[in-house]
């Protein structure tokens, strides 16, 4: 199985921050990347797919980016409803996996 | 409107067994992989069963853990996708989410998420 490593785990930032994410393939998965978010008692919302793709209807200020192992996901400037937890997700093989995910908090 | 509404959850001993149902709607559901994700209490999510579309002749996996006591099938008349879980285990304790591969490369629709309980 293809495992994914988030880091960080767990960020602390301000409103109106630049936060990254990255997300570490354990083999090349070519671009079939998606992350999503997920807020408290809700289901994942897709964010974004094929490694860069925004899904229709999220917000413009969410980015992606990488190839092969290394992906990283940016919010260019943190809005309030951005605070939840953040998921990549591999889709070259199944089974499907997702990365430990990153909980992102008001500092 | 794309609709995925998930039932059949609640508590079960372990040992026994549920049947999962999630009622499809607002697409052409024999087009689209559908996969079965689900969610510990406080953990990260985890795929657990895939059916895949028509093209592919609904073909079914599985993750390891899962393998020989899920089994996931669907009713294309009624557009209901379903997950059959045997041999129920306490690791098994989620919520259980229905999720629609949008063909992509991304599961671009979910249910609600059903919540299963294995105690004794």
């Known amino acids: 199985d293809i495992q994914l490593t988030q880091s960080p785990s767990f960020l602390s930032a301000s409103v109106g921050d630049r936060v990254t994410i990255t997300c570490r393939a354990s083999?090349?998965?070519?671009?079939?990347l998606a992350w999503y978010q997920q807020k408290p008692g809700k289901a994942p919302n897709l964010l974004i797919y094929?490694?860069?793709t925004l899904q229709t209807g999220a917000p413009s200020r969410f980015s992606g980016s990488g190839s092969g192992t290394e992906f990283t996901l940016t919010i260019s400037s943190l809005q309030p409803e951005d605070f939840a937890t953040y998921y990549c997700?591999?889709?070259?093989?199944?089974?499907?996996?997702f990365g430990g995910g990153t909980k992102v908090e008001i500092k | 409107e794309v609709q995925l509404v998930e039932s059949g959850g609640g508590l079960v001993q372990p040992g026994g067994s549920l049947r999962l149902s999630c009622a499809a709607s607002?697409?052409?559901?024999?087009?689209?992989?559908m996969d079965w994700v689900r969610q510990a209490p406080g953990k990260g999510l985890e795929c657990v069963a895939r059916?895949?579309?028509?093209?592919?002749?609904?073909?079914?996996e599985y993750v390891a853990s899962v393998k020989g006591r899920f089994t996931i099938s669907r009713d294309e008349s009624k557009n209901l996708l379903y997950l059959q879980m045997n041999g129920l285990r306490t690791d098994d304790t989620a919520v259980y989410y229905c999720?629609?591969?949008?063909?992509?490369?991304?599961?671009?629709?979910w249910g609600h998420g059903i919540l299963v309980t294995v105690s004794s």
């Open positions: 999720a629609r591969d949008g063909m992509n490369y991304s599961f671009d629709y």
């Open positions: 607002g697409f052409t559901f024999s087009d689209h992989h």
């Open positions: 059916s895949k579309n028509r093209g592919s002749s609904y073909a079914a």
């Open positions: 083999q090349g998965i070519n671009t079939y």
């Open positions: 094929v490694a860069s």
């Open positions: 997700q591999q889709l070259n093989s199944y089974p499907v996996t």
